[in-house]
């Protein structure tokens, strides 16, 4: 499997900041942030299947254009798999036909240009041989991270949280391992901010990955545009150790 980077960025402003979003393989988005905007129309009408952390913009913001985009290229719906508290917001507060139409009514009920599936904590999302599963997280919204498997290898992609020992328990069960994606939205000195967001700043993030009993490759990712050197200096001093690296537009990562 390979993961493509699109965006992972706390915010925008230039090339190098687009906000989440991952390309699995070719046709698996998860979360869609303002990188799909990068993508060409062949690689955009490419995608079956979107997997959304949280309904928060970042990591939502081109979903509604990406649905509108390819709806006439496509034979059957986009489906878009969430927790349940993140397909009502969609419902509620953007496909609402005020902010975009209801694209999983329209343009008949019955051959929608997209789809909602609920994905329930523990619940696996099987597509061909490669596998999706929600993880625990706490974020000030109802949100999930997931477990990516590929039969060889686990990544696994924290979206937005804060500590969790719920989240670091379903990582330390995951026996195949290899890649850990984690946020740290924000340097040190904003810790109330980060403990106010349910955000991850460098000392919370080491306290949290002190719990993490298996070795993997490290990626941060989240960091705010202006704020980035000076947080990944912070998780460079409490973290070096492991050897964080830093999540990049355009990275691939092979599993
Ligand atoms: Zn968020
Ligand atoms: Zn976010």
């Known amino acids: 499997m390979e993961l493509r980077v699109l965006g992972c960025s706390g915010g925008i402003g230039g090339a190098a900041q687009r906000t989440t979003a991952l390309l699995l393989d070719r046709d698996i988005l998860i979360d869609a942030g303002s990188g799909v905007g990068d ?22 913001a081109f979903l509604p254009l990406l649905v509108d985009t390819v709806a006439g290229m496509r ?3 986009l489906t878009v798999h969430a927790p349940a508290a993140v397909i009502e917001a969609l419902q509620r507060h953007v496909f609402n036909g ?16 997209m789809r909602y599936r609920e994905l329930s904590l523990g619940q696996v999302l099987r597509l061909g041989e490669r596998t999706i599963l929600p993880l625990p997280v706490d974020h000030s919204v109802p949100a999930a991270a997931y477990r990516i498997d590929s039969g060889q290898a686990s990544l696994v992609f924290s979206g937005d949280t804060g500590p969790c020992d719920a989240f670091w328990q379903a990582v330390n069960a995951i026996d195949n391992l290899r890649i850990l994606i984690i946020e740290c939205a924000f340097p040190d000195r904003e810790r109330d901010l980060a403990v106010l967001s349910k955000h991850f700043c460098p000392s919370m993030l080491a306290d949290g990955l002190a719990k993490l009993e298996r070795a993997c490759d490290l990626y941060i990712t989240h960091l705010k545009p202006g704020q980035a050197e000076a947080t990944l200096a912070e998780v460079e001093s ?18």
Not at 44 to 59: G, N, S
Not at 99 to 113: E, G, H, K, N, Q
Not at 238 to 255: D, I, K
């Open 75 to 77: 034979q059957t719906p």
């Open 98 to 113: 005020t902010i975009w139409p209801d694209f999983s009514r329209l343009p008949t009920t019955d051959a929608p240009f």
């Open 238 to 255: 409490c973290l070096g150790h492991l050897a964080p690296r830093r999540l990049s537009n355009g990275l691939v990562l092979t599993f």
């Open 39 to 60: 993508l060409s129309m062949d690689a955009l009408c490419r995608i079956d299947h979107v997997c959304l952390t949280h309904a928060h913009l970042d990591h939502i």
